[in-house]
Structure formats: structure tokens, C-alpha cells
């Protein structure tokens, strides 16, 4: 069984970089056609897919998102990270890592940016 853990930071202030790390257990990041995604969910709004990085590495982002967005993976640690650069209030949410095609999620991890 996949599992999937977040963890960061909770408040983050406005225009600061948040970096979020998705931990998986009990199978690796490298498994042939899964792709690892960062899905958010802010406040009275519906899921937002942020990105994602592939088994080979490729990445594919949100392109409302792209230019502030960037998704790593450690491949020694069985990790990827989210980098979300100049935050804002709005960027306030939910935050969950997810695979697919299976649909394993991590709990999420409450993210709030304020001053």
C-alpha cells in the first residue's frame, strides 16, 4: 500500500516561498507510469491541480500557476517538493500530494499566508 505524507510549514508570509515535501512509503517514485501531483483546495473552492513530476522526472504544471510553480523530486529519499514562489493571501488552502493513476493521497496540510 502507497502512502503519501506532506509536511512544511503552516503560515507562510505574503511575497515568501512556500516549500512543501511529499514523503512516500511503501513504494517508490521511480514505479513505471505514476505520476506524482500537487493538488490544492482553498476555501469554499473546488480542487486545484497544481503539477505534477512523472516516474521519469517530467514535470507538468497549471499553467495559471506555471510561472510561480515548481515541482523537484529526491529519487535517495523518496520525495518530491513543491516550490510556490511570492505567495499571496489567496494561495491560502489545503495542500495534498497525490499519485496516479493508482489515486493514493496524503492527508493534506493546512497552508495559511498572512503576515
Known amino acids: 500500500q502507497v502512502q503519501l505524507q506532506e509536511s512544511g510549514p503552516g503560515l507562510v508570509k505574503p511575497s515568501q516561498t512556500l516549500s512543501l515535501t511529499c514523503t512516500v512509503s511503501?513504494?517508490?517514485?521511480?514505479?513505471?507510469?505514476?505520476?506524482w501531483t500537487w493538488v490544492r483546495q482553498a476555501p469554499g473552492k473546488a480542487l486545484e491541480w497544481m503539477g505534477d513530476?512523472?516516474?521519469?522526472?517530467?514535470?507538468a504544471y497549471n499553467a495559471a500557476l506555471r510561472s510561480r510553480t515548481s515541482i523537484s523530486r529526491d529519487t535517495s529519499k523518496n520525495q518530491f517538493t513543491l516550490l510556490l514562489s511570492s505567495v499571496i493571501p489567496e494561495d491560502t488552502a489545503v495542500y495534498y500530494c497525490?499519485?496516479?493513476?493508482?489515486?493514493?493521497w496524503g492527508q493534506g496540510t493546512q497552508v495559511t499566508v498572512a503576515t
Open positions: 511503501g513504494g517508490s517514485i521511480t514505479m513505471n507510469n505514476y505520476w
Open positions: 497525490a499519485a496516479w493513476p493508482a489515486g493514493y
Open positions: 513530476i512523472s516516474y521519469t522526472g517530467a514535470t
